[in-house]
């Protein structure tokens, strides 16, 4: 808008100026014609002359040269002239056409010297002289001639205005000016205050959506909240299609979860039935074995393999209700140290007798500090025991080393649990925190899917952190419960 109002600005100065030199052509062409007209007049008036050449004109002539330039500039509008003499000055002034309350008979004080200069450049060349001196909102267009005798050393001159800052063409350029002017800030208006409805009715928009990011429970996590329509048909357009698919994407979120549930609750149905059947055909071979045999003996180690499998199932029971049933932490200030300590201690001589090293890292912002988390003790100490008893049996024969760690980062503590054995192959990471889940042939799969528990019970996340050798768990807590 800026470069075509600008463009269009210059055209119309362009175009002024163009009618300004235009009007000051035909000003020197007036003054030419009234010179003429002068030096014509002038020509009637002394044919036939008698006397000898006239050096210094007397009153009665002066007052007849008055009349022939006032006859000469009769019809010229605008134009003011005389006769001039090299010795004597003005010897008559004309300006018939003033439109002034009488008629004008001095001549003008301001332009005396540009009329006297003019006429001697005449005088000399013999021949017309012109004078063009431009001001301000007006141009003076001169122009003198010489006079033949019988009057010696005269010439006639004439003399108009060209007023560039008036007139139809100056108020031409000022219309339009005032019009682009005027054009530009409304559309300027216009389109700002289209912009700043459309900035607003956005800024709503981004406002729900930010609501919704802060509020995600309130229409479903991960869903798209309904927005309302704006009234404006352009924005209404992406409005309506961002809520279609919003709506799309909850049905196939919602679409998603089920078969997601579905297929874990096949997964646990299968890890359950997995469990307790190995447990059952075992007892069932030791019952079969004990009561085809008369030994009593026999019976007796039947009835105690039986009674192993029975604390079997009953321990794995016993991780699936703590799995199912959430139970509320009961926070106190725990010693973080002593409890990674005593986990250590525990597991001890599990791991010496596997040749595995197990290490305690305790950060420097933990040890210096006076604060203690607050904790569930117990449920933290679980899950620590169940972390490290992976590592135990994930690391084969031969030695290996374990390391608790204890971190703070802010309001966030992190426990740490890694080892240097073989890892968690790639297939079972996306569902290692399943239960049932396992990479080993003697596990439950609990251990890692009560631990994530307890730490969402607690405000915080269990996660494997990918690492160049060996398997890294983290458990995140907030140092103090919100």
């Not at 439109?99 to 008979?105: A, F, Q, Y």
């Not at 002017?181 to 700043?196: D, I, Y």
């Not at 019976?299 to 604390?311: C, F, H, K, N």
């Not at 203690?372 to 030695?399: F, K, S, W, Y």
Request: glycine share 8%; aromatic share 4%.
């Amino acid at each position: 808008m800026l470069a075509s109002a600008g463009s269009t600005g210059f055209l119309l100065v362009e175009f002024y100026r163009q009618s300004a030199t235009v009007q000051v052509a035909q000003a020197e062409t007036a003054v030419a014609r009234a010179c003429q007209d002068i030096t014509d007049r002038y020509a009637f008036f002394t044919a036939g002359w008698a006397r000898p050449a006239v050096v210094d004109a007397d009153p009665a002539l002066k007052a007849d040269l008055v009349l022939v330039v006032q006859s000469a500039l009769a019809r010229s509008l605008g134009v003011e002239g005389g006769i001039w003499q090299a010795r004597s000055g003005s010897l008559a002034y004309a300006y018939p056409t003033y439109e002034g309350t009488g008629p004008k008979s001095d001549l003008p004080a301001a332009e005396l010297s540009a009329i006297s200069r003019i006429n001697n450049d005449a005088l000399d060349s013999e021949r017309p002289v012109g004078l063009r001196r431009a001001g301000q909102s007006q141009t003076l267009v001169l122009q003198a001639c010489p006079l033949p005798p019988p009057i010696r050393d005269a010439t006639a001159w004439a003399m108009t205005r060209a007023f560039t800052g008036q007139g139809p063409a100056f108020n031409q350029l000022l219309a339009g000016l005032a019009l682009l002017t005027v054009t530009v800030l409304g559309s300027a208006l216009f389109l700002g205050r289209l912009l700043l409805i459309f900035s607003r009715r956005i800024a709503v928009l981004e406002q729900t959506l930010a609501t919704h990011d802060q509020n995600a429970h309130e229409w479903g996590k991960g869903d798209l909240p309904v927005l309302e329509r704006t009234g404006e048909r352009e924005l209404d357009r992406l409005v309506d299609a961002l809520n279609a698919t919003g709506q799309r994407l909850a049905d196939a979120r919602r679409r998603a979860s089920t078969a997601e549930r579905l297929a874990a609750v096949g997964r646990l149905l299968a890890g359950m039935a997995h469990e307790i059947r190995n447990p059952i055909a075992a007892m069932r071979l030791k019952a079969e074995n004990a009561l085809a045999s008369h030994d009593p003996e026999r019976g007796r180690g039947a009835l105690t393999a039986i009674l192993d499998q029975i604390a079997r199932l009953d321990g794995l029971l016993r991780d699936l209700l703590a799995l199912t049933q959430h139970r509320e932490p009961r926070r106190e200030p725990v010693d973080i140290a002593s409890l990674l300590s005593l986990c250590a201690n525990l597991h001890r001589d599990l791991a010496e007798a596997k040749g595995i090293v197990v290490e305690v890292v305790i950060d420097a912002a933990i040890q210096a500090g006076d604060e203690r988390p607050c904790l569930d003790a117990g449920q933290i100490a679980r899950c620590l025991d169940n972390l490290v008893l992976n590592a135990i049996q994930t690391i084969p024969e031969g030695g290996g080393t374990i390391q608790l760690g204890a971190f703070r980062n802010g309001e966030t503590l992190l426990l740490r649990v890694s080892d240097t054995g073989p890892g968690v192959r790639d297939d079972l990471r996306q569902h290692l925190f399943e239960p049932f889940v396992t990479g080993r042939a003697d596990g439950t799969g609990l251990g890692l899917a009560i631990t994530r528990e307890i730490a969402l019970a607690h405000g915080g996340d269990a996660r494997l952190v990918k690492t160049g050798r060996g398997a890294t768990f983290e458990i995140e807590l907030p140092w103090q419960p919100s």
